[in-house]
């Protein structure tokens, strides 16, 4: 394996937010000088406020600016439901965070499923890999897409976007989304990227928080476990980088970076 993980804790939920922001604020920069835009992929679970509480506060430099004119934003994730539904992650990452955006710093473009294909989860994941295609280049002329960031949470089983410890989609090397009918997080039906496509991203961010992450984060970080977050982190190496409190990581023998 190549350079390890990045792992950031903060005392609380709270400080974890500007340390949070700057590092997106950094990958949102280098992503616009690149090729200017800044294609981010965003999870479900508390993520969304938690980026809300990163992203919403008012600037403080010019560096430390917003402009989400320039984002596209796609979901790691999605549930088989309507874009109005209580377990959207389109809709809550909505609420949380897209209808508070101040106007003057831009809309950004949001790619949710197509809603079309509500009873053909295959179909919906065959569509939204159409959609990464046409956004990032021809499935021809490239093995995987590149995304900026990929924003992530880890689940108290060590899951990650909607892939599950031990399922057969750990095992997919082909499809750049796939479909899931069989979550054992509700609700069952789902999309998702596949690890393949998260451990190609330029960089991965975790954000996990509350002393209930504490067990699975000490098999993550200490054993290795094959768990799909640990996958992530063997695949991504110093390309991920993880911000928790300290509560997550209470106990968790790893050594923690002091700065971003
Ligand atoms: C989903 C999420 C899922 C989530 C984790 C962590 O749609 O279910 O994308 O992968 O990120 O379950 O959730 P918490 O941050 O709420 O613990």
Not at 70 to 87: G, N, Q, S, T
Not at 195 to 214: D, E, M
């Amino acid at each position: 394996m190549g350079k390890q993980p990045n792992l950031y804790s903060f005392p609380t939920v709270n400080d974890l937010a500007p340390g949070l922001r700057h590092y997106v604020v950094q990958a949102q920069n280098s992503g616009i000088s690149r090729h200017g835009t800044f294609k981010v992929a965003v999870s479900g679970g508390s993520l969304p406020k938690t980026l809300a509480a990163a992203l919403l506060p008012p600037s403080t430099a010019p560096e430390d600016t917003l402009d989400f004119s320039k984002w596209e934003i796609f979901f790691a994730d999605e549930r088989a439901v309507p874009l109005d539904h209580a377990d959207s992650n389109y809709a809550l990452l909505q609420a949380e965070l897209l209808s508070k955006i101040p106007a003057e710093l831009g809309a950004p473009a949001v790619h949710p499923i197509d809603v079309a294909h509500l009873d053909d989860v295959q179909e919906m994941a065959d569509q939204y890999e159409k959609l990464l295609v046409r956004n990032f280049a021809q499935r021809d002329s490239v093995k995987l897409p590149i995304f900026d960031l990929i924003l992530l949470g880890c689940g108290p089983d060590g899951h990650t976007c909607s892939l599950f410890p031990g399922h057969e989609l750990l095992r997919e090397s082909d499809a750049w989304v796939a479909s899931i009918e069989d979550s054992p997080k509700p609700p069952a039906k789902r999309i998702t990227l596949t690890l393949p496509v998260v451990n190609h991203a330029v960089k991965i961010a975790f954000v996990a928080t509350g002393g209930g992450k504490k067990e699975v984060l000490k098999q993550i970080f200490e054993d290795g476990t094959g768990l799909p977050c640990a996958l992530v982190n063997e695949g991504g190496g110093d390309r991920v980088s993880w911000f928790v409190d300290d509560a997550a990581v209470e106990g968790v023998s790893y050594p923690r970076r002091g700065s971003l």
